[in-house]
């Protein structure tokens, strides 16, 4: 705990760890105790801690050019644009810091697309317990109501559906002519690592087309390589007609972005959105770095490799456990799912086997390794965690109702 009063606001229930130093998986805090990264600050140091290219290319930009605005063409904002369409056959890009930020320019193009179609009032359908940022807009068409609570009045216009269920699309189709846009992530992150089917997603595709709904993929997690492609909804197949990214393409560096294409890739006009910070020439160059690593090195398929040998290890290892409900995931992007509300596992993992995890909707332990880990690494996380959960922890389901 620290000696003296924090004068930091409390919206965060802090471990008391606090880490000095990092490279690769592996942190070290003050006292020297090196622990095993297998959050990666939740999915964003995908090429791990101190990457010594992404350093190199911080302090020299640092030292070149950190920022001059919107107002003037930025040249590696320009570059990043490029090099984000070529990968992923979008047309345009909006640059800004953050996963929120990026989600709130993909529903201002919703309204916008909605104006065009003279729809005065728009609705977007958005998923039971998705999760897309904490500004008021994201933070209406996430699907928490907890996250909600005390933030009334929340933004109308959002139509909330169960995951992974085309007929409850096909339902509110039919009931609603306002609807314009579908707003989801390929896999929920903070939904507990719900995996939406091929099926469910072409589908999704399919009715989008027929209704000229704009299909907007939250990718923020899912995306860069995490789920073992470049993006989640390459699984299926399908092309999105708006995709927001953050986390994992500054790798630490506060970096934001909404891709368009087609009737999406022309909405805004001069003077309709806008970020001071957003794309700047720092952020942009490491964004182009983080790419070329990531390609060089063959991430996204060594997500996949990885992903599958952390979620058979896993399998192997708590196979018997009776605490143990499901064992899903997509690349290195995989939840444990237990069958009782387990948070208090986040602190043990750390004081009992120097492993960051993180517990999401009460119960699910979930696990985003940073990309680049190798295999004696993967191996170790399936260890500590299987010693961690053969202690006895919290009390079953059950009794805690009672408590
Ligand atoms: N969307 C998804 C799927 C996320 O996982 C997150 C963050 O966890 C966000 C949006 C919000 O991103 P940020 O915290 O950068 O605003």
Redesign the pocket.
Known sequence: MPATPSHLMRAYARQPVSFVRGSGARLWDAQGVEYLDAIAG??VTSLGHAHPEIAAVIAEQAATLLHTSNVFRIEWQEQLGQRLCALTGMEQAFFCN??????EAALKLARLHARRRQIAAPRILVMDN??????LA?LSASGNPARQSGFAPLLPGFVRLPYDDIEAVRAAAAQSPDIVAVLI?PV???GGIRVASADYLRALRQLCDQQGWLLML?????GLGRTGAWFGHQHAGIAPDVM?L??ALGNGF?I?ACLARGAAADLFSPGQHGSTFGGNPLACRVGCSVLDIMAREQLPQRAALLGARLLAGLRRALADHPQVLAIRGQGLMVGIELDRPCNELVGRALEEQQLLITVTQGSVIRLLPPLICDERQIDDIVVRLARLLARPGAAPAKDLAHA
């Open positions: 939740v999915a953050s996963g929120a930020e990026a989600n998705g999760f897309h940022g904490r500004t994201t992530e929920q992150g903070e939250d990718e923020i997690q899912t927001t953050a986390k506060p934001g």
